[in-house]
């Protein structure tokens, strides 16, 4: 129904533009470069002006009419394909919310995501940042690499290697000259 409207709707287009064209404005318009001066009497004797204005006015209604009904079939259209697609994201967000539950529901058997060495989740505590001179570590029930990441960047404890030049430290001793 559709596809025989647009049809209809494009050679009515056609029409309107070719009677629109071959209607002598004051210089003449197309219809002078058609035999201009016999157009009165080829369309009778007052010329194209009333047979060409009507046409025009004809198929001008009938390509108002189609451009509405088109419009009309495009909306409701439209409005079928949103709700199917409203629908369609309503399912897919209630089985997402099925399938949380169930994860939610089910025990946790030691996934990659528990925070404890041995596999159980069952104590979990947060990793939280100590700031010690000694050990990073130290205090701490979280192992994994997410705790052992700030004993791998160094501790405070760890002196930077001295420059050339640069004074020794206070607490260094000297070596002690062994003994033969």
Known sequence: MSTLITILHIIVCLFL????????GKGGGMGA???GGNAATVFGGSGASGFLRKLTAGAGTIFMLTSMLLAFLASHN????LEKFGEQQEKVAAEREAAKK?????PSTGSAGSASASGSASTMVPLTPVE?????ATGSAA???AAQAPASMGTPAE???AAAGSAKPADAKPAEKPSK
């Open 143 to 145: 192992t994994g690499p």
């Open 132 to 136: 010690s001179t000694g050990s990073a």
């Open 159 to 161: 002196a930077p290697p």
């Open 33 to 35: 470069a058609f035999g």
């Open 17 to 24: 533009m070719l009677t629109v064209l071959l209607q002598s």
């Open 102 to 106: 169930k994860v939610l529901e089910t």
């Open 78 to 81: 439209s409005a079928d394909a």
